[in-house]
């Protein structure tokens, strides 16, 4: 099970947590068992063609998924998936 | 019967190698590190070009800043020759240094020669006293302090963020700070707004911020903005600046900043915050990506609270600040490894730190073009900006 790290805006549809576990092969299958286990996390995380929204960012440990496979980047069980949204607070 | 003093000097000038001016000069910058052995008056009327600065009297105690390598090619120098040689004797017979070479003549002779001399920003003796931690510090010294007081900082917003980073930044002696914020001083801000006051309630914030840098450091020129920052004034008040603190409130200006930044060149050190949680990172533009590439969309409204709607910990913007603060002198200075390229999370509840890369889109709308080819219309657009706007309110 991969660990997915929640921001801030998002841990209200998780129940609070800061981070939280999922299972899945690579990113695409993790964010989906997500979404699955916290439905509320679906619109936010993907689009109506189930692709990821463009203003969520997916960090697979320190490296942005967009230069890695994308949603296809293999995920294995020790790894941290970290998902970050912009923030303009100051 | 003991020697002479000037028989002692004459023996250790034997027993040291010496180089002549030319020598130096011709392997100036080739990986030789020059040291000015001389007094700090000495060093501020003239030094040769790239050299440090380790007065004889501190030798033992701060040549490993200068240079810790026992084996590199150390030349050290001095007014005449004389001071040079006895260093280069300490170095080599007590602290085991292998490379070690006193420039002949001095400073005198490579005046004499027509050598070129640098002559660095002087100091006062109260900003040598006042500064006196940054000018021992090698990574800083006298010609980092110079570059501070020299040095053009803009804020965008004494708030938050903008609050500790204006009074570090003023300690430091940055010689200018712009201060954009059209906001008055309200009670709810001093939870985490330090350089204001609870006498200043009601007061424009340029003003209460300039009052308090004024008493902290009176080396700092505050220049006042009473501006809300939009596309219609931000090249005309950015332009001339040398790093600019992003402390922001919302998306629309993080995005004009941005655009703006990239076509003028200007590093940007940007920090945003919520609740228990901060972002960070320095977007220079063309060595780094830029703001664009890290975030090519806003998130919607409700993905987006502010602090306002959601609160923050007052402890929190200070910490962010204070990073902020931190990585403007290094770009300053040219201190250490400035955050480029690089995204820093705190995480204040569980105390984590979480260090995430950030690459250059290859087709990032603005950075990846020449800057000159960045238009007034482009600037702080993007592809659902009407819809954003009307929905953030």
Known sequence: ?90 | MSPSGAEVIRQIKQQVEEVDPAEVSEHLGNGVTLIDVRESEEWDRGHIPGAKHVPRGYLESRIEGAQPDRDARIVLYCASGQRSALAAHTLEDLLGYTNVASMTGGITLWKDRGYKLEVPRALTPQQRDRYGRHLLLPEIGPEGQAKLLDAKVLLLGAGGLGSPTALYLAAAGVGTLGIVDDDDVDLSNLQRQIIHTTDRIGTPKVDSAEASIAALNPDVTVVKYPVRLDASNIMEIIEGYDVIVDGVDNFPTRYLLNDATVRLGIPVVSASILGFDGQLSVFKPHDGPCYRCLYPVPPPAELAPSCGANGVLGVLPGTMGLLQATEVVKLVTGAGEPLVGRLLLYEALGATFTELKVRRDPECPICSRPAEEITDEEMGVFPDYEAFCAAAG
Do not use: C, W
């Open chain 1, 1 to 90: 099970m991969a660990t997915i790290k929640i921001p801030p805006v998002l841990r209200s549809s998780v129940g609070g947590e800061k981070e939280v576990t999922a299972a899945g092969d690579d990113v695409g299958a993790v964010l989906r068992a997500l979404a699955e286990q916290h439905p509320q996390t679906e619109t936010q995380l993907f689009g109506p063609d189930g692709s990821l929204n463009r203003y969520v960012n997916v960090y697979l440990n320190d490296e942005d998924v967009r230069v890695l496979g994308g949603l296809d980047t293999s995920v294995g069980e020790s790894d941290v998936l970290v998902i970050l949204p912009a923030m303009a607070g100051g």
